[in-house]
């Protein structure tokens, strides 16, 4: 166990990626921060439920603003780097467009 660890940390290190293990599991889990912007016709679409059925991955809603026009949303993901590729590949296929977060303005 702790030679995976290990290699999660220097896998991480490689890639510039925050790496982490759960404990007793050897599997290694990611956070990313994502600007999601809807586009009118998705603002009544329950996207942030789909995430949860589609994807392993814990969300956490850091900022949001809803209008008619359009849905600005800060979500953090936590979870498997694969499954975080996933989720935001299956979010810009659904037509929200999807960016990381550059300077963590929002940390609590």
């Not at 991480?12 to 889990?29: D, F, L, N, Y």
């Not at 499954?83 to 979010?91: M, N, P, S």
């Amino acid at each position: 166990m702790a030679t995976q660890k290990k290699k999660a940390a220097r896998g991480a290190a490689k890639t510039g990626a925050k790496s982490r293990t759960k404990a007793g599991t050897g599997a290694s889990a990611d956070k990313g921060r994502y600007w999601l912007m809807y586009p009118p016709r998705m603002i009544k679409t329950p996207i942030l439920w789909e995430l949860g059925q589609k994807f392993k991955l814990v969300t956490n809603v850091r900022q949001a603003s809803i209008t008619d026009e359009i849905g600005i949303l800060c979500l953090e993901f936590d979870g498997p780097r694969a499954e975080i590729d996933a989720a935001v590949a299956w979010l810009e296929k659904t037509g929200i467009n999807v960016e990381p977060v550059e300077i963590n303005v929002i940390e609590s």
